[in-house]
């Protein structure tokens, strides 16, 4: 059989030593071709992470940025603001939600707009943390006449953040904080109080230098004692952190002025129309 099969390859034309030749040269054609395969998918790989980074790698190994700027009211750092501004007042959910048809029963209010600046530098989110890379400009908030929900816009920057790139959580304990405690209070009988009880659970890491959205609902109003709850979202509607908290107003309430905590909340911005603010009435619902 062995020499029939070598008289049969002679006859072919072919001899077994180049059949052995050509069984050595097709295996390493064939490592030829894996190589450059795994080092085209490589390649295109690291461009695509590079332009666009998957958020785990982001979370991973952020790329470095520079600090934010000494100066909040420098010419660089206001024309940063005035295009978060505009950023802010671009976003397609905030122009969803003016159109809504029950968006007459919404007002908007800027939280410490109107803040006296005496009290504003010793205040922590308005004053401490205001600016390029931190909290760049006052947020917008939509809230309805009842008070009993509210809707908030925050820009959190990079310099807010615990691990690199990521928000510090303490952070966004202290705007959910605020932000319960805005249509807490206005549920209160003189519009004082304080945090009794703030309960928080974060689902997920909110990645900085992005618009974050501040959901709140009021749970319950009894005397002085009102519950609420929140949430925080990224522009996806994905749930990042819940809350829920409890605040009272002291008995000692009727000896303080809820003046500066009202300029401090933000009262309703000014309208086209006439809105009827005395006795907290709301402006009467729009005839269709």
Partial sequence: MLLRRVFQQRIN????????????????????????????????????????????????????????????????????????????????????????????????????????????????????????GKLAIIPLVRSKWDESEAIGFVHVGRGLCGHDGIVHGGLLATLLDESLARTAINNLPDKIGVTANLSINYRAPTFADQFIIIKVRLLEKRGRKVQVSGQVEDLKGNVLVEANGTFVQPKYSNLLSNSVVKQAMGEPEATESPVLLSEGVPPPARKS
């Fill in 13 to 132: 034309g072919a001899s077994p030593f180049s059949l052995r030749a050509n069984a050595t040269v097709q295996p390493r054609r064939n490592h030829l071709r894996t190589l450059a395969l795994v080092s085209f998918v490589g390649i295109g790989t690291y461009t695509a992470g590079a332009v666009a980074p998957h958020p785990v790698f982001a979370f991973i190994a952020p790329r470095p940025a520079p600090g934010p700027p000494a100066d909040p009211d420098s010419p660089e750092s206001l024309a940063y603001a005035a295009s978060i501004e505009e950023a802010l007042q671009s976003l397609p959910l905030l122009s969803t939600l003016r159109s809504q048809p029950d968006a007459d029963q919404w007002y908007e209010a800027r939280p410490y707009k109107r803040f006296p600046e005496e009290r504003r530098v010793n205040n922590l989110t308005a004053g401490a943390l205001r600016g390029p």
